[in-house]
């Protein structure tokens, strides 16, 4: 309600104090009458006089374009940040290590054999594999929890969005919550408290991480083992580029450890984030449903206003496809105009609202992806071509009136 009466209030206001003899002869606002930079363009480039009195009218009341403009700048804003989101999605999909799960089978021992669990992991199909087992550390009177990784700890897969990853002894890589709840920064030493030991540290990089919101340490047993002689590895987790052979992985740790081991694969569905990326969805649809509508508003508006022009356009020879065109030219200038400015700033929009919930998931800056360029190109054409559709059904009625009809209303 107050946005309503906020917005109306000043037209009003102005309305009010327009003197009767300006109302009668131009109306509530005054009317550009030189042709704008638009509709000269098109007559340098040959587009036709409809086209190029279409671009002429369409700014003759610049505040009236500009919130046209504006409203469909919105919608592309809102249609490229969901693009993003989109994207963002394929990418989590394709890679969980962005969201912290570098990995495709984990594999809890049990009790079996580990040696037969390592033997069975030992195939081409796997491209590498680790241990980890979890313990709680402090640096001071912060407490948070740290991974304890064994096997190929440089290649587990962790994806380290600044420094490296752990390649010996003496190193930890944290996550970007932790690194921001310590206030640490790679390269700084990390006096890490564990299992009633103290092990010195050094912060080697940080990496995206979503359990615990990124407030995770992890070390290797290597360390831990000169506080802990007797740690457990604890569980073992492999990376299987391919499904099916992820599956046959499985039943090959199944097999060779007697069903004794419990091995699950990683859940790659997207349940958690398709509610998030339905409503992007149906928000844009709406921002769109709202742009079409004040884009109709305005088109009948100024062709109401234009009433006498289109008497005299068709006078002068205009057919009722011409005026049509007319009108279509200048909301496909209105398209066009919104989709040059709402590009750039739907990717600063993207990617400002994808690196706040990657700092509030703990997985850092960097966290999303850009939308796809024919993705947004197809989007972009669709606005275009849909503008100028409805701005050409709107005139089907006024571009039907013969002149006799105009004069009449006169």
Known sequence: LIIVFASTLLPALRSGRLPASLAIARGAAPVSTRPSRLARLAHSLGLGTPVTIGLKDSGARPLRAWLAVLTLVVTVVATTATLGLERTVEDITRDPARVGDPYDLAVDPAGASRAAIESALSTPAVGNWFTATDRRGAVGDATFHVRVLGGDVAGAGYLVRSGRTITGPGEAIVGYGLLGELGLRVGDHLPLDISGGRLD????????????????????????????????????????????????????????????????????????????????????????????????????????????????????????????ATVAAGAAAYALLAVVIGVPLGLIA???????????????????????????????????????????????RAARTSVAEILRSE
């Open 350 to 396: 993207s990617t400002a609202m994808h690196d706040a919930v990657g700092r509030g998931t703990g997985s850092g800056p960097g966290f999303g992806s850009a939308p796809q360029v024919g993705a947004v190109a197809v989007a972009a054409v669709v606005l275009v071509i849909g503008s100028t559709a409805l701005a050409a059904l709107s005139a089907r």
């Open 201 to 324: 540290l050094v912060v080697v990089g940080w990496y995206s991480e979503m359990e615990d919101s990124g407030k995770i340490a992890q070390i290797s047993i290597d360390d831990l083992r000169t506080i802990e002689p007797d740690v457990d590895p604890g569980g073992y987790f492999a990376e299987v580029p391919v499904e099916a052979d992820a599956s046959a992985v499985r039943n090959a740790v199944l097999a060779a450890t007697n069903g004794a081991a419990k091995v699950e694969l990683l859940d790659r569905s997207t349940d958690e984030l398709d509610a998030f990326r339905l409503a992007f969805i149906m928000i844009s649809m709406l921002v769109l449903a709202v742009a079409f509508v004040n884009l109709i508003g305005t088109t009948l508006v100024g062709i109401r206003e234009r009433q006498r022009d289109i008497g005299v356009l068709k006078t002068v020879g205009f057919t009722p496809n011409q005026i049509g």
